[in-house]
């Protein structure tokens, strides 16, 4: 490859070595990223960060584990039935082309660009004030379902559509209806790609920072009911980030966010893998 | 589908929803859930397809709600402070009396440090897609593959922290100023939208039939040539569609802007690019936690705007994808 460089053109040598610039310049990003946050972050994890009480002296993002494991438990009940039915909907049963369905699809589309900071306003004068559940654990998990709707729909939507169509057709000849084909024959074998799709909302909803502040707030306990208010790990982040005061701290929470996000990257495209064998 | 059809329908499930939210008392709500067991008892196949159909309307309702509740409390303002006074004033000084609400400023913020990160991320993730789809030995694209997705995976108070405790300081250093600028947020909106840009790129190079590529081989051109002015001109749409996304990222993104811009409120040029802007983003993130009455719904308004250019760029986004 290299050996011919001199062979070439000079506008083909500009391109070649522009092509080759970009991707170490990418590659160079993630790891000066990556790097810099875990070489700065690991030597200042401690057992104090991980005390079960948050006070001035220790920083600890225990009680924000909590809190971002109950937000991810709560949106995931409300956001997986609701993305894989309507995906369901929009494979197995709409008629292709249906005006309902494009409509479906827009809005999905549109889901998908709004930025979190429009979901935590509308999530904070919507669930926060109109219904006045303020800054809760409900607010927050509704909102971040939202989020993560179009997330869902697209993935089970790529899986149901990688389901051969004979299974369709093994099943109806065989007797059963459309509604056990969906459930016993389509969905088991669309599974793998689901659950990719559900480990990258999840990834989602742990960077998730604006959508989170103005609808669960950032209060560092953790949440006692559906109703109280507490912080995501990335919400404690940005508090520790903010304030400045706790340098060491504020590394060590990077580096404890970061390792968390490529475990579950790495655990998503495994997942992935595994509908290809 | 006529655009009016869509406004009809988002408009009519928010209605349905505020309804349901609001008016309709609980009792309701459970006979509701209620028949619908019965009906799937008698008759499953009808049940499963309303839950699916129902199921399939969230995501319009959702639409909807956030429409209506932005557009109801964002508009009003907006009206009270008086449109143009708003869109065009320079002064933002909620805490003046009377209060001065002009978001000119951060509109300028935003168009710059988005103009910044397709300056810094657009030449580079295009040449970094068509590396990924043309040049790339299949070994290290399964080892780059992964790294792309993580680098869109990493949260953006990662990325803000990031930039916070080494990008401000090396433009400190090297080009003056405090460092919290517009050019440092551009670079790192810049690294952010790497991803988006080199993953849709990459699929939009891939998707150009091959007949492309190999018709220009076999007039002469060499594999760059044939790349680059037969192959990547054929993957225009799909690259451009990939820009406008990437461009909508840089738009919504909130925290990392906030942490390295300086986010101070005043009417920048271009030319002070190292000294501090605020975006529309950063001006909802940083006041809405304690503001009231007249200044939320200020606020609440910027939202509008911010939300008004989004779908802006999603409309051009889904007209340039649906050409090809």
């Given at each position: 490859m290299f050996k011919k460089f001199f062979r070439k053109k000079p506008t083909d040598r500009i391109f070649f070595l522009a092509s080759w610039a970009s991707i170490i310049a990418t590659a160079a990003v993630l790891f000066f990223v990556v790097g810099y946050v875990l070489i700065n972050g690991l030597p200042h994890i401690s057992p104090a960060l991980f005390a079960v009480q948050f006070t001035t002296e220790n920083q600890s993002l225990f009680p924000a584990l909590i809190g971002t494991l109950m937000i991810v438990g709560l949106s995931l009940v409300l956001a997986v039935p609701l993305g894989v039915c309507s995906a369901i909907y929009l494979v197995e049963y709409a008629k292709r082309g249906s005006r309902f369905v494009k409509i479906v699809r827009l809005t999905t589309e549109t889901l998908a660009g709004i930025p979190s900071i429009v979901y935590g306003l509308f999530g904070f004068i919507f669930f926060g004030v109109f219904l006045g559940w303020g800054l809760s654990l409900m607010s927050g998990a509704f909102t971040v379902s939202i989020m993560i709707l179009p997330l869902i729909m697209r993935t089970t939507e790529e899986s149901l559509k990688s389901v051969p169509d004979t299974y369709r057709e093994g099943s109806f000849g065989l007797g059963a209806g459309k509604l056990r084909t969906v459930m016993l024959i389509i969905l088991p074998s669309a599974m793998p790609g689901i659950l990719a799709g559900v480990i990258l909302a999840v990834g989602r909803i742990i960077g998730e920072t604006a959508a989170i502040i103005f609808t669960l707030g950032n209060v560092a306990r953790m949440p006692n009911n559906l109703f109280d208010t507490g912080r995501t790990l990335s919400a404690h982040m940005y508090a520790l980030a903010n304030e400045g005061t706790h340098p060491g701290e504020a590394h060590a929470t990077a580096a404890v966010l970061l390792i968390v996000v490529i475990l579950i990257n790495a655990l998503s495209s495994r997942v992935a893998r595994f509908i290809k064998a | 589908m006529g655009k009016r059809a869509l406004i009809a329908v988002t408009a009519f499930s928010a209605i349905v929803w505020i309804i349901l939210f609001w008016i309709v008392p609980l009792p309701v709500i459970i006979l509701t859930v209620i028949a619908w067991i019965v009906l799937l008892i008698f008759n499953k196949e009808l049940g499963a397809k309303i839950l699916f159909i129902a199921s399939a309307s969230a995501a319009v309702i959702a639409v909807g709600l956030i429409c209506v509740f932005l557009f109801a409390q964002g508009i009003p303002a907006m009206l009270d402070i008086g449109v143009l006074n708003f869109l065009t004033g320079t002064d933002w000084r909620p805490?003046?009396?009377?209060p001065l609400y002009g978001i000119l400023p951060m509109i300028a913020g935003s168009l710059y440090v988005t103009a910044g990160a397709i300056l810094f991320g657009v030449p580079v993730g295009i040449f970094a897609a068509v590396f990924m789809a043309k040049f790339c030995p299949r070994r290290i694209h399964k080892v780059l593959k992964p790294a792309i997705n993580l680098l869109a995976g990493i949260p953006s108070v990662v990325y803000g922290y990031f930039g916070m405790v080494v990008l401000v300081p090396f433009v400190r250093e090297n080009f003056g100023g405090n460092g919290n600028s517009i050019l440092t947020a551009s670079m790192l909106l810049g690294m952010m939208i790497l991803p988006t840009i080199i993953t849709i790129s990459e699929h939009a190079i891939r998707a150009v039939p091959p007949e492309i590529y190999d018709g220009a081989v076999a007039l002469g051109a060499s594999h760059e040539s044939a790349t680059f002015k037969a192959v990547l001109p054929a993957a225009k749409s799909g690259v451009t569609a990939s820009v406008i996304l990437g461009i909508g990222r840089a738009v919504g993104e909130t925290m990392a802007v906030r942490m390295v811009a300086g986010n101070q409120a005043v009417m920048r040029m271009p030319?002070?690019?190292?000294s501090g802007t605020r975006t529309l983003t950063s001006n909802v993130v940083i006041e809405l936690g304690y503001a009231y009455g007249d200044h939320r719904a200020a606020l609440i308004a910027t939202g509008v705007v911010l939300f008004a250019f989004i779908l802006l760029i999603n409309t051009m986004f889904m007209r340039i994808r649906g050409r090809k």
């Open positions: - | 805490t003046w009396n009377p030319h002070e690019f190292l």
